[in-house]
């Protein structure tokens, strides 16, 4: 069956420090990988996603790429603001649509 | 665009009554929609897949006399906890899938979630 492994939480960190939130997957067939953000007291949002092996998706400043080889889907962003603080799910999908969630990895980031 | 509300945003109940929440595409018609369930400090868990006109496609070990879903138009699903028991408390999310006329590019959106409070 498909899953998503991403990297333990929580993630405390200082303004315009570097962060990298590990996912990997395991799926069959060509799956669709994703990142959610969950903001405090809000709904999930796509922050960025990619459709196929070597994508690169890219938003706000974070990036994950599609990595076949390693079946990873790594996310980063080079300079982190208070704004960025929030949860953050990766996820697959398969042909039938559903997503498949990581556990989810709360960042906090500190003035 | 593309805005996905949940009502009511929590509730409280007795345990044996029945709950349910709604889940509505304010400005778009879905396809299908999607209902996930997430306890504290975990992920969330696909309940079941809800497409208009059709009944819901439920997942392994997801009781669906427990857990009833109904949908009816092409933006409105709800879910209707029956005889709610404290085991049930959780936190309750919705997603939705625009048609493939839309020009969404099959992404999903979700609602803000339900907080089920059974005492």
């Known amino acids: 069956g498909n899953s998503v492994t991403q990297m333990e939480g929580p993630v405390t960190l200082s303004e315009e420090a570097f962060l990298t939130i590990n996912c990997t997957y395991t799926?069959?067939?060509?799956?669709?990988l994703f990142w959610y953000v969950q903001y405090p007291g809000e709904g999930l949002q796509l922050l960025l996603k990619?459709?196929?092996?070597?994508d690169k998706g890219s938003n706000k400043g974070f990036e994950a790429t599609y990595r076949k080889e390693t079946t990873s889907f790594h996310l980063e962003k080079g300079s982190v603001q208070v704004s960025d603080s929030a949860v953050y799910f990766c996820a697959l999908s398969t042909n039938d649509y559903k997503l498949s969630f990581g556990a989810g990895t709360t960042v906090t980031v500190r003035a | 665009g593309a805005v996905v509300s949940q009502h009511p945003s929590w509730v409280i109940c007795k345990s044996g009554t029945s709950v349910k929440i709604e889940c509505r595409s304010l400005d778009f018609q879905a396809t299908t929609m999607f209902w996930y369930r997430q306890f504290p400090k975990q992920s969330l868990m696909l309940m079941a897949t809800s497409n208009e006109g059709s009944k819901a496609t439920y997942e392994q070990g997801v009781e669906k006399d427990k857990f009833l879903i109904n949908h009816a138009s092409l933006t409105l699903s709800t879910l209707t906890v029956t005889s709610a028991h404290p085991e049930d408390s959780s936190f309750y999310i919705c997603?939705?899938?625009?048609?493939?006329?839309?020009?969404?590019?099959?992404?999903?959106?979700f609602g803000p979630g339900t907080r089920l409070t059974v005492l």
């Open positions: 990619a459709t196929k092996a070597d």
């Open positions: 997603s939705a899938r625009p048609l493939r006329t839309s020009g969404y590019n099959n992404e999903q959106f």
């Open positions: 799926a069959t067939g060509y799956p669709s």
